[in-house]
């Protein structure tokens, strides 16, 4: 069938076999599936044992994966879809835990074997407590797969062990990082030319590698500088840089704020006048139209119709006998002249005064109340 394909289909044919494979191939054996202990071995780049099992089982002597006995870490990598009571024990004081995991194993004398940087696979010293330092544990080193006291006071032979890891810059661009450990005591270092332990160095003097310096930095200068923990001291200045931008930051925020709640508080005095202005003129025209009721009423009894009108539209508001003849604007008329009756008696609902707003009383005692028009023979007219 591969004959008859294209050349390209081919190529692409045989690379997926080729990936399917390489899948196969790298793929872990779990619980009871076989092994081989011929192939465990350290990656090259993390100095991590690999084995041909998955990360909770291991190579035992019989050729396939068992499950772990132990682990070394409190949170081991592989177990993230296990609950943390169904992980493999710890191992109790004066024991380990090895790269395999296969069961706890009583810790190395020093001279004995132990496996790479497993520091805590070799026996306590006596004075562990007064040896102990950031390279080691516990005042115990594996150097070079052996157990050591860290205790080689200044002068005299040591050893020493180098790791060189990959490192990477921001640019991509891959250079090489040597870790140095030794079996000095804490302050010294063992010189890698005369393997003799020599006085660590002070920041800013000159060194070759970050195993001279106390703060373990020998920058890129050549001279030891400041440790990856060495907390930050800004000076006099920064601080008062820091505190002159709050304050402007505070006054400028309060600055935006006082122009614009001046300007949403002149937006709220300009509603305002509006509708006031609007109440004032609603106000005047319930005035004028009182006043135009009280004129009416005001007439004497029987008044003509042209007396009436000339009484509304003449300028004096007043009536005389002149007013009679008086020329009156077309079609005006007016139906009736109704009054709010607060009393029983006809007097009571005429005797009215010229108030401004003439309201329904809200006084439940005046249930009496009503709205009616006004009597006829009391000044009133109709049209």
Known sequence: MLASTPPSSRTLISALIAIGLLGVVSAKSGWGEACDQSNTHLDPNTYNLVTDCDATTYCASNGTCATKGCRKDIYPFGYSAYAFDLLPPLCPQGQFCPDEGDQCLAQVPVGGACQKDRDNECALAENYKNLAGFLNTNGSICLNFTCYYANVTLGQTCIFDNTAYTAYLDSGAAYAFIVSRDNCANGLYCDGTSSQ????????????????????????????????????????WQYVLVGLGILILIGGVMTGLWFFHRRDRKENQIK????????IAY????MSMSHAKNSLLSLPPHASQDVVRSSLYRDDSGWTSATSDALLPPNVRRDSTSG????????????RADSEVLLMPNNESNRDSRYMDAPEGQGGYRG
């Open 197 to 236: 332990c020599n006085k660590m160095k002070r920041q800013g003097e000159t060194c070759s590698g970050n195993k001279e310096c106390l703060t373990y930095n020998c920058a890129a200068d050549g001279k030891c500088g400041k440790a990856a923990d060495d907390p930050l001291h800004p000076g006099a």
């Open 272 to 279: 305002l006048e509006q509708y006031y202005n609007e109440q």
């Open 283 to 286: 106000r005047q025209s319930i």
């Open 340 to 351: 709010w009756s607060d009393g029983e008696g006809p007097r009571d609902r005429m005797q």
